[in-house]
């Protein structure tokens, strides 16, 4: 069974950089399938902030592309979200989940990220 | 960007009753790259539909979805409690950007 869990800091200063890692297990990421994060403001609707192949290749959510920068450590199972600059407008619950180009078939439970003083 | 519109905002059913869910895209989708999730408070979505109308692993044959173009629709047969939640519709095929509709409400009358 795949499995994902976010891990990182829930709060974080005004401009200052978002962190976030995503732990894969029951499958192995150099197998395959894009890997994604993806957001959700305090009853918003679901944002996709980018996906990574295995290869490291990336893409990104163009509103947000000047911020972000995923990455992949196949070596480790995981992979991992930064956001640069951030403000209240970040405030969401992060949630990292298997798809990219395809659907988003495997979740993480979500992490909340506040960003505040 | 596609922008995807879900409607109705919010639906009001019984259980075992129909629900019809609609997501209309600002321009043509491929049916390859619609997708519905259903969420509930506290959790992750849970894939429901891809490719428009084939069901992911586990999701009872009461779920069905069908649409081409900028029309999709997620239709459940018979309402069962554990359905009432949030629903909300992808596209995952544009190179530019995947986005989510508002959701849909849906919740017991």
């Known amino acids: 069974q795949v499995q994902l869990q976010e891990s990182g800091p829930g709060l974080v200063k005004p401009s200052e950089t978002l962190s976030l890692t995503c732990s894969v297990s029951g499958y192995s990421i150099s197998s395959g399938y894009y890997w994604g994060w993806i957001r959700q403001p305090p009853g918003k609707r679901l944002e996709w902030i980018g996906s990574v192949f295995h290869s490291g290749s990336t893409y990104y959510n163009p509103s947000l592309r000047s911020r972000v920068t995923i990455s992949v450590d196949t070596s480790k199972n995981q992979f991992s979200l930064r956001l640069s600059s951030v403000t209240a407008a970040d405030t969401a619950l992060y949630f990292c989940?298997?798809?990219?180009?395809?659907?988003?078939?495997?979740w993480g439970q979500g992490s909340l990220v506040t960003v505040s003083s | 960007e596609i922008v995807l519109t879900q409607s109705p905002g919010t639906l009001s059913l019984s259980p075992g009753e129909r629900a019809t869910l609609s997501c209309r895209a600002s321009q043509s989708v491929w049916s390859t790259d619609l997708a519905w999730y259903q969420q509930k408070p506290g959790q992750a979505p849970r894939l429901l539909m891809f490719a428009a109308s084939s069901r992911a692993t586990g999701i009872p044959d009461r779920f069905s979805g069908s649409g081409s173009g900028t029309d999709f629709t997620l239709t459940i047969s018979r309402l069962e409690p554990e359905d009432f939640a949030v629903y909300y519709c992808?596209?995952?095929?544009?190179?530019?950007?995947?986005?989510f509709g508002q959701g849909t409400r849906l919740e017991i009358k």
């Open positions: 989940a298997r798809g990219g180009r395809g659907p988003h078939d495997y």
């Open positions: 992808q596209q995952y095929g544009s190179a530019l950007s995947i986005t």
